[in-house]
């Protein structure tokens, strides 16, 4: 078990998400940086989809209240554990009553921390990641708040540290041309590919909104409702885009210019309001090969997170 002490600006349960259930309108949500909580959970012996803590920027604090092991990956946080440092991409012991401690992030926003046995709230609908908009999952449906307890499974038996070199951040956004990109004028695509894009504090888990030159429909036609995805970069009305997240919701109405490869979605968790990011033209043969590289460099480690 461990005890939220000062949550951070939010901190919520999160897993691998829910799927198969867009049909009846549920959302997959889940960690928004899913190869961040996939490292830790394998660095601290757990099943990859098990829940961990998705923590967005700071300061949090939390003490833990049972001997185990620990891990941290995605934003790389100034973290203590008793005052010892805590490096991102590593695990490490923990004795009952320790106090882990992250202050601010060097780099990046979301980090994740796993710890072995994972976090043991109850599945809803086959997953115990967070819904904060419809308010169930992880821990009563909503962001931890001080003194909340969480429960914690069955200890890993587990030796020495182990970790990897987390992947490095950049703004470029690999992405395919999305079903109504040929509505889009001329200059509309081009801005796309060629002009940069920037975070606004709009933003939130379930899109990405983005600041730059109004992207242009020439196309008049309304268009019906269609299923959306994590990924797909809508463009309202006035021009400005919204790349879609975690939480976002399963049908929309906006035309779609384009859709981020899956392999690139981490980064797009990883970026703060304010930042500058650069969508790159990519295709379906390379955003599978990109996926594949991913896995491939979580599977590289396997062995690490067991202490072989």
């Known amino acids: 078990m461990l005890e939220i002490l000062r949550p951070g600006v939010q901190t919520t349960v999160q897993d691998l998400g829910r799927h198969g259930l867009r049909h009846l309108g549920i959302g997959q949500g889940g960690a928004l940086d899913m190869p961040a909580l996939r490292m830790a959970n394998r660095l601290v012996g757990n099943p990859e989809g098990a829940a961990g803590l998705e923590i967005v920027l700071g300061p949090v604090q939390l003490r833990f209240l049972r001997d185990g092991w620990l891990a941290l990956t995605g934003a790389d946080f100034d973290a203590t554990l008793d005052g010892a440092p805590v490096w991102c991409g590593w695990r490490q012991a923990m004795r009952a009553g320790q106090v882990l401690q992250l202050r601010g992030c060097h780099h990046g926003m979301r980090a994740y921390l796993a710890v072995d046995g994972g976090i043991a709230v109850p599945e809803v609908l086959g997953a115990r990641a967070t819904d904060l908009a419809a ?116 049908s929309g109405g906006y035309p779609r210019i384009a859709t981020v490869i899956e392999a690139d979605l981490w980064k797009l968790a990883q970026a703060r309001p304010g930042a500058e990011l650069h969508f790159v033209p990519t295709t379906l043969a390379e955003a599978r090969h990109a996926l594949r590289q991913q896995r491939y460099h979580l599977n590289r480690f396997n062995w690490s997170a067991y202490g072989h």
């Open 135 to 250: 308010g169930f999952g992880g821990f009563a449906g909503r962001a931890l708040q001080a003194g909340d307890r969480l429960p914690q499974g069955a200890a890993v038996a587990l030796e020495g540290r182990a970790g990897s070199r987390p992947p490095q951040w950049t703004p470029e956004i690999r992405a395919l041309p999305g079903p109504e990109y040929d509505e889009f004028s001329a200059a509309a695509q081009d801005a796309l590919w060629t002009r940069p894009w920037s975070v606004t504090p709009q933003s939130n888990r379930m899109g990405y909104r983005l600041a730059g030159p109004a992207l242009e429909r020439t196309a008049r036609h309304e268009l019906l409702s269609h299923g959306v995805l994590p990924g797909v970069v809508q463009v309202p009305p006035g021009g400005q885009p919204i790349v879609l997240l975690a939480d976002a919701q399963t």
